[in-house]
């Protein structure tokens, strides 16, 4: 059974911060991996998806990498921001029609 | 292009009653998806329809169920509610049902509470 493991659950850093987030998965047969953003309260935003086969995906600040054969993957937030606050998911598509998803990492960045 | 949109926004309910829940998928979008979102934790995957026709259920019990229009917008009903339905309920669409590099959009959900 697939799992989707986040760590941190909860990070607080100062604005400017450069930082890491994790997501690590059991099963590596899986189509995609995908990150998410959520504001409280709201629905999903897709930040960045990466398609098993590739090994990175970038958008501005953003990069996120995958290691498929170690069920790894980081997304990079590079100068956070204090409109970065959020929580973060990780999703990963074991075959069609459906995400796993994270209990996702929430982050506060202080202005 | 709108984007894909859900109603109500808020629910409040008491244990035993039904619900439906709405959601309109992306212009020529044909598969929706429903996720439940109890506080603190990640989506779960409840049904996916696509062309009308049931695709995927997650592990959730025969009080769920859903259906699919012609015009592909999609109804989520749950009977008998609990207090552990309370939760945000996000519906997705997206072209396809699902593969390498396809995307599903979500909608901004439908909180229901139920006491």
């Known amino acids: 059974k697939q799992e989707v493991t986040q760590i941190p659950a909860a990070l607080s850093v100062p604005e400017g911060e450069n930082l890491v987030l994790n997501c690590s998965f059991t099963?590596?047969?899986?189509?995609?991996l995908q990150w998410f953003r959520q504001d409280p309260g709201k629905g999903l935003t897709s930040l960045l998806l990466?398609?098993?086969?590739?090994r990175e995906q970038t958008s501005g600040r953003l990069n996120a990498s995958l290691d498929k054969s170690s069920g790894r993957s980081t997304l990079y937030i590079a100068a956070s921001q204090p409109g970065d606050s959020a929580t973060y998911l990780c999703?990963?598509?074991?075959?069609?029609?459906?995400?796993?998803f994270g209990t996702g990492t929430r982050l506060k960045v202080l202005a | 292009d709108a984007g894909v949109t859900q109603s109500p926004t808020h629910l409040i309910k008491t244990r035993g009653q039904h619900v439906t829940l709405r959601c309109s998928p992306i212009s020529g979008h044909k598969s929706v998806s429903w996720y439940q979102q109890v506080l603190g934790q990640g989506p779960q995957f409840i049904f996916q329809y696509y062309e009308k026709e049931e695709r995927g259920r997650g592990n959730f019990p025969d009080r769920f169920s859903a259906r699919q229009f012609p015009n592909y917008s999609s109804e989520l009903n749950v009977n008998a509610l609990l207090l552990g339905d309370s939760a945000l309920y996000l519906c997705a669409s997206s072209t396809g049902t699902g593969g390498a590099g396809e995307t599903q959009y979500f909608g901004p959900g439908t909180r229901l509470l139920v006491l």
């Open positions: 099963d590596s047969a899986i189509y995609n």
């Open positions: 999703a990963v598509t074991p075959g069609t029609y459906k995400y796993i």
């Open positions: 990466i398609q098993s086969s590739q």
